[in-house]
Structures are given as C-alpha cells and as structure tokens.
C-alpha cells in the first residue's frame, strides 16, 4: 500500500467514525461536525460556544491561527497577516481568501469574510459531469473536514514554514447535507498546504499538494473534465486590471489585449506595480501532475491566472481504487526576479518534490 492510500484509508476511517456518532447525538454529520453551522458564520461572533474558542501556534517569526467558529486559518509573519485559508461548508470550495508578500502588499481581491462567493485562490474541474468549479448552482459540493493537521517548524536549511492538511470530500450537491458522505463521494481529497518564509530573499512560497482517490460514488472509473481555465486559478485584484505584465517560459502577451491568452509552460510570472512599489507573484505547476501543463491569463472582466492541465482538450480518467496527485508552487516576492532566477527555483523546488514523502518538505 504506498502512501497516497494509506492516507486516505485514514481519511475514510475518521469520517466513519464521525457518521456513527452522529445518530446518536440526533444530528447529522454536518451538524456534529460544525455544530455552529446553524447559521452562517458571523464576523462579529464575540463569544464562540465552548470547544470553538481560536486555537494558536506560536513559533516565532510565524503564528498560525485556527479559527473553528469560523472556519478559517490564519498564518502571521512578524504580527502581520500573511494567508488566509477559508473551510466553511458553506461555501462551495475550501479556498485561500488573503495572500499577501512579506511586504504587505495584496495579491487577491478583497473579498469579505462571510461572502459565500469564494474569489480567491481556488481549485475544481468537473468529475463524471458533475460541475466543481462554477459559483452558480447547481454546483458540487468540495466539502472539508473539520479539524485540520496543522503545524509549525523549519526546513532542513532553516527556513520557517508553517503547514496544514485536512480531508476534503468532492460530492454531488444533492449529498451535501447527507448523514454519511463517504460512500458518496466522486473523489476524496487529502489537500495539504505548506507557507515558506524566505526572508532574505523577500520570497513566501506556498505549496499547494492534492492527494485523490477515486471515490465510491464514481462507480467503475472517474472522468475529469473542464473548461480552459478549470484548475488551479489565482484571481487578481481588479486595481490590476490591464496594469500587470505576465511572463511564462521566456515569452509574454502584448501589453494591454484583454486575451484571453494561452501558453503551455511549466510557470508563469506576474509583474505587479502598486504605489510606485514592483512586486511579482508566480505560479508554478509540478512536473507529475498529469495533463498538458497550460496557464490561461485573463484580464477582463476579473484580471486571473490559471494553472490547467488541458482539460477543456483531454479528458483524463482514472479507475476504481486508483490514486493521483497534483502539485503546484505560489510565489509572492516583494521585488521581481529574472526568468533565470524563476527557473532555477523551479529546478530547486522540483527536485524537492520528487522525493518529498507525505508532509511538508
């Protein structure tokens, strides 16, 4: 059994053990596993029911707090807010709602925090013709679990790094609320997220890792499907619109076409200017992710980047049992650096990959 399977045999065994415990509360899953979930999470909640309370880790320079009344994790770099990572059930995707460079700049829309509309960086294609990207229903439910591994430490070269993982169950949206969703999910997710610091080098790296199964609701096989831009999508904020300048594998768009613009590479670089300050975000895609890597930039009517593997051109399908993983690289950096520079980081961070087992680098 390699390490893929034994993690979501566990993710499956933790589920299980939450369905059982549900009838006998008189509640179903959801509400025993989000007992605030009556109403929608409240921004100006001052006194979150018992076993709610923030739950901090402290490892300076970073801190890192899960918020489970209102579903969200914060990571803090020097008391200033780094990412923020949005879980409800509400939502129809798990997503990071805040990014932002070591110099405090942002990198996605404002977007407040009880919006049910998730608009920043964000993750779905179609399985079995089940829609898990659009924001308008009847849309699939990436449903997550409630308690996140989560972590601080540092890197084999010393690097601080923060880290979290938690269960996600992509399901039809009819079986959103059901009392026992495991059977029913068209794929099961373990989705681990790791925030590197370099401060020397002004860059916070993010890892964003997916490790699937194919679920027991997808019957002999699951098919992902998807338009252009269905992936892995970084959303800019709308001040950039027209004002960024993209560079992907030595080539860029003419400045100032709306696009949409294609190209098959391996990253892509973002060119910010805010306030007469230049700053950079890149996205880069792991050599194993399956497909024909291809970024698709938009810049009307949202200014976005998507990191994609061609589904739109080839579907691709995996049967009963089968597991896979894909692996992408965010990078926020307080100053730009040359394609020489992106490259050999990518060198370095594909090599990290390779032989990375479960868990941060």
Same mark, same amino acid.
């Given at each position: 059994?390699?390490?893929?399977?034994?993690?979501?045999? *566990?993710?499956?065994?933790?589920?299980?053990?939450?369905? #059982?415990?549900?009838?006998?509360?008189?509640?179903?899953?959801?509400?025993?596993?989000?007992?605030?979930?009556?109403?929608?999470?409240?921004?100006?909640?001052?006194?979150?029911?018992?076993?709610?309370?923030?739950?901090?880790?402290?490892?300076?320079?970073?801190?890192?707090?899960?918020?489970?009344?209102?579903?969200?994790?914060?990571?803090?770099? @020097?008391? @200033?807010?780094? &990412?923020?990572?949005?879980?409800?059930?509400?939502?129809?995707?798990?997503?990071?709602?805040?990014?932002?460079?070591? #110099?405090?700049?942002?990198?996605?829309?404002?977007?407040?925090?009880?919006?049910?509309?998730?608009?920043?960086?964000?993750?779905?294609?179609?399985?079995? =013709?089940?829609?898990?990207?659009?924001?308008?229903? +009847?849309?699939?439910?990436?449903?997550?679990?409630? &308690?996140?591994?989560?972590?601080?430490?540092?890197? !084999?070269?010393?690097? !601080?790094?923060?880290?979290? *993982?938690?269960?996600?169950?992509?399901?039809?949206?009819?079986?959103?609320?059901? +009392? @026992? +969703?495991?059977?029913?999910?068209?794929?099961?997710?373990? *989705?681990?997220?790791?925030?590197?610091?370099?401060?020397?080098?002004?860059?916070?790296?993010?890892?964003?890792?997916?490790?699937?199964?194919?679920?027991?609701?997808?019957?002999?096989?699951?098919?992902?499907? =998807?338009? !252009?831009?269905?992936?892995?999508?970084?959303?800019?904020?709308?001040?950039?619109?027209?004002?960024?300048?993209?560079?992907?594998?030595?080539?860029?768009?003419?400045?100032?076409?709306?696009?949409?613009?294609?190209?098959?590479?391996?990253?892509?670089?973002?060119?910010?200017?805010?306030?007469?300050?230049?700053?950079?975000?890149?996205?880069?895609?792991? +050599?194993?992710?399956?497909?024909?890597?291809?970024?698709?930039?938009?810049?009307?009517? @949202?200014?976005?980047?998507?990191?994609?593997?061609?589904?739109?051109?080839?579907?691709?399908?995996?049967?009963?049992?089968?597991?896979?993983?894909?692996?992408?690289?965010?990078?926020?950096?307080?100053?730009?650096?040359?394609?020489?520079?992106?490259?050999?980081?990518?060198?370095?961070?594909?090599?990290?990959?390779?032989?990375?087992?479960?868990?941060?680098?």
């Amino acid at each position: 059994m390699n390490s893929l399977t034994k993690t979501h045999a *566990r993710s499956r065994i933790l589920w299980r053990r939450a369905g #059982a415990l549900a009838p006998l509360l008189g509640l179903g899953l959801a509400a025993l596993l989000f007992p605030a979930a009556s109403t929608a999470p409240s921004p100006a909640a001052s006194s979150p029911r018992r076993g709610l309370q923030d739950i901090v880790l402290d490892t300076p320079p970073l801190r890192l707090v899960f918020r489970p009344a209102r579903w969200e994790i914060e990571v803090f770099h @020097q008391q @200033q807010s780094v &990412l923020g990572y949005a879980m409800s059930p509400f939502l129809p995707r798990p997503h990071v709602r805040g990014l932002h460079t070591l #110099a405090g700049d942002s990198l996605l829309p404002e977007t407040p925090a009880d919006s049910a509309q998730p608009r920043g960086l964000t993750f779905g294609f179609s399985v079995n =013709g089940t829609n898990f990207w659009d924001e308008v229903p +009847p849309v699939g439910a990436q449903f997550p679990s409630p &308690l996140p591994v989560r972590f601080l430490g540092r890197t !084999p070269t010393g690097l !601080p790094y923060a880290f979290f *993982r938690h269960s996600v169950l992509w399901l039809d949206p009819t079986n959103r609320t059901a +009392p @026992q +969703p495991v059977p029913l999910a068209l794929l099961t997710e373990e *989705r681990a997220l790791t925030l590197t610091v370099d401060k020397a080098e002004g860059e916070l790296a993010l890892h964003w890792r997916s490790a699937f199964a194919v679920g027991d609701a997808a019957g002999a096989k699951a098919v992902l499907t =998807g338009g !252009p831009d269905h992936g892995l999508i970084l959303p800019l904020p709308e001040d950039r619109a027209g004002r960024v300048r993209h560079v992907r594998a030595g080539t860029s768009p003419p400045p100032g076409e709306p696009g949409p613009h294609e190209s098959d590479a391996r990253w892509i670089a973002t060119h910010h200017e805010r306030d007469g300050r230049a700053f950079m975000t890149v996205v880069m895609v792991g +050599p194993r992710n399956a497909g024909t890597p291809r970024f698709v930039i938009r810049s009307t009517p @949202q200014p976005s980047v998507a990191a994609t593997q061609s589904l739109d051109r080839t579907p691709l399908e995996y049967r009963a049992g089968q597991t896979f993983r894909l692996d992408y690289l965010v990078l926020a950096y307080d100053r730009p650096r040359s394609p020489a520079e992106l490259e050999d980081r990518y060198r370095r961070w594909t090599a990290e990959i390779q032989t990375a087992a479960d868990g941060p680098r």
